[in-house]
């Protein structure tokens, strides 16, 4: 608790800023909505214009939920596999989860004709058939993943493994692109840009329910994760089972990266650069009891900063989020390692 009372401050500023960024996104769109106005309406007070309630409550606040939902769960799997394999340049889908998602997903739209029914279920049908083979997907190459690491000793085996998984799936996925007609190859490459509207209640509850397991599984490993920051043998020396914190921290972040990008799309940046960030902020301490936390509500701010952005203010055009996190997200990296160093 004193750790925590260390840093109250800081957690304040990012919870400040967390729900003044969340009351700005409501605010664009489309449809301009003045801030009184989405302030009343995401508190339950009662507006005099339906039109803003209807788009509000059934569009932006989903919206918005799912990019702090989404952005908080790939900041913490970052993290994870930052600490775990002690290499600052590991991510999210270092595993190559993501990747056996979008070979899923190219599989559903190009890859045979006795999908092509898939097609004529309507928006709906249509969005929940892509979030079924983007699960399986990620489900399939977790499940080699985790077979595999049965027989591997050290985690250098696992990420080499990880990333040979990810260049087989993107072979395979280039070469249905390939023999894909332009309409499949249109939809795969208008879903690999990533997107989060369009989110349902149904859908939001699933994605909230697989994001919440792997938050829990990752807090319960917040003890192993520090042990591991100085080495597995030094770790092992204090009683710690690297088995067993393998399979904690693989499945963990198998979770929060599979269920993402399954409701989501692919999301890239958000999962390298909120741990660093975070690290940058607070460089006075390493323990993922105050940087675990801290880097779920830096990795929510961070995409919701980016999906306004994306927005477009008096446009009905919105930017693909996932070049508008790298566009911005990569130079803010830079400047604050630049600061830093001097």
């Known amino acids: 608790m004193n750790d925590f009372k260390n840093y109250k401050g800081f957690f304040t500023f990012l919870i400040g800023m967390l729900f003044l960024c969340i009351i700005f996104n409501l605010g664009l769109g489309s449809v301009d909505i003045p801030l009184w106005e989405a302030i009343k309406i995401t508190l339950g007070y009662p507006t005099t214009k339906p039109t803003f309630e209807y788009i509000l409550l059934d569009y932006r606040i989903p919206k918005a939920i799912t990019a702090l939902l989404t952005g908080g769960s790939l900041g913490v799997c970052g993290l994870m596999m930052q600490t775990y394999f002690r290499n600052p340049l590991a991510g999210p889908y270092v595993l190559g989860i993501s990747s056996g998602a979008s070979l899923g997903v190219a599989i559903l739209l190009m890859g045979s004709s006795v999908f092509g029914g898939w097609f004529t279920l309507g928006e709906v049908g249509f969005r929940w058939a892509i979030m079924i083979a983007a699960s399986i997907g990620s489900i399939g190459v977790f499940s ?7 027989k591997l000793k050290n985690s250098t085996s696992l990420l080499i493994l990880g990333l040979m998984f990810g260049s087989l799936t993107a072979a ?24 989060l509207g369009n989110m349902n209640t149904s859908e939001l509850k699933i994605l909230s329910l697989f994001i919440m397991i792997g938050l829990i599984m990752s807090v319960f490993a917040i003890k192993n994760l520090n042990s591991l920051m100085l080495g597995e043998t030094y770790a092992q020396s204090l009683g710690v089972s690297l088995k067993k914190s393998r399979y904690l921290i693989v499945i963990s972040s198998s979770l929060l990266a599979g269920a993402t990008t399954a409701f989501v799309g692919p999301i ?23 940087i675990l936390p801290a880097v779920f509500l830096g990795g929510a701010l961070l995409l919701l900063i980016c999906d306004s952005i994306s927005q477009l203010p008096g446009s009905a055009a919105v930017l693909p989020i996932n070049g508008i996190t790298s566009l911005i997200g990569a130079p803010l990296i830079i400047f604050l390692i630049l600061r830093q160093r001097n």
């Open 268 to 290: 890239g940046f958000i999962g390298l650069a909120a741990p660093h960030l975070i690290r940058l902020l607070i460089p006075s301490t390493r323990d993922h009891k105050i």
């Open 144 to 150: 080699l993943i985790l077979l595999a690491s049965l």
């Open 172 to 195: 395979i996925v280039n070469i249905l692109m390939f023999f894909g007609s332009k309409e499949a190859l249109q939809k795969y490459v208008f879903w690999s840009f990533g997107s």
